[in-house]
């Protein structure tokens, strides 16, 4: 069996995992795609599952690295040698597939990013805010309104003589407002259009307002699966997007990117708990301290009454 690094990436809507191999980093191994359903810890509880019914064992993870909304968590889960933001994995492993790029762009599910790298260093990124007009959610419930696989949206937006404008603002504006076109008698394709132009068009005004975007622009996260958005970005900007083969896992492979990059610097073994941690009774807690003013409420992480971490404190007192 393969041996690599464990990346995985925890988000609101999708877990990813992957294995980056050890010898050649460029060779990225059982990439997954898990709806997260609001339950993290099962979603990758699943991923390492499949691992094992591959057949990989605990000696074939040299190094294992965390990213995503639950990272501290499943991190302290697995046995995570290093947990990073969304930020730093996204860049790592845009960098990796394009060492020249300058702009990535990132929509996911529920959130979206920009990054911008100068020289192999970011220098500058934003996130969108809690609404959810810039992300693939967006577009999944016009979707739903209009009774077409979201898998199909980009090959329809595609095939349209003339797309038309939607208001964007938020989804609440623009369902109305694709009704509104709906009754006037536009054919679909130019309204799906015209609802990927409203996502980019929100995109840009809101989560990259101000940036200079430069190419190679790599667009990543699992919208970049819609084409349509990619057509929608280019004809706004420009300029030509690059879409990555691993562009929905992108934040994954990078977490096993600076797995790597940890485990050969510190040159000690990894301290991935094993694949059998999908059988432990993991439990979490919330515990409140009192030891000092901040009176902080702790997080602690136990399997079978013997605690694991804790983690939550501002004061350095339970991170030993």
Known sequence: MRKGYLGIDIG?????LVIVDAEDIRKVYEPMYIRTNGQPLEAVKN???KLTELGYQDSDILGTGVTGSARIFIGHFIGADIVKNEITAHAVAAIQEEPNVRTVLEIGGQDSKIILIKNGVVVDFAMNTICAAGTG???D???FRLNIPIEEFGPYALRSKNSIRIAGRCTVFAESDMIHKQQLGYDKEDIIAGLCEALVRNYLNNVAKGKSIEGPILFQGGVAFNSGIKAAFEKQLGQPLTIPENFNVMGAVGSALLAKEKMEEDRKPTQFR??????EPFKIRLKNCSSCSNNCELTVASVEEKVLSIWGDRCGKWQK
């Open 12 to 16: 609101s809507v999708s877990t990813k």
């Open 274 to 279: 094993g694949f059998g941690v999908t059988e």
């Open 137 to 139: 959610s967006f577009l």
């Open 47 to 49: 991923g390492l599952k």
């Open 141 to 143: 419930q016009q979707a």
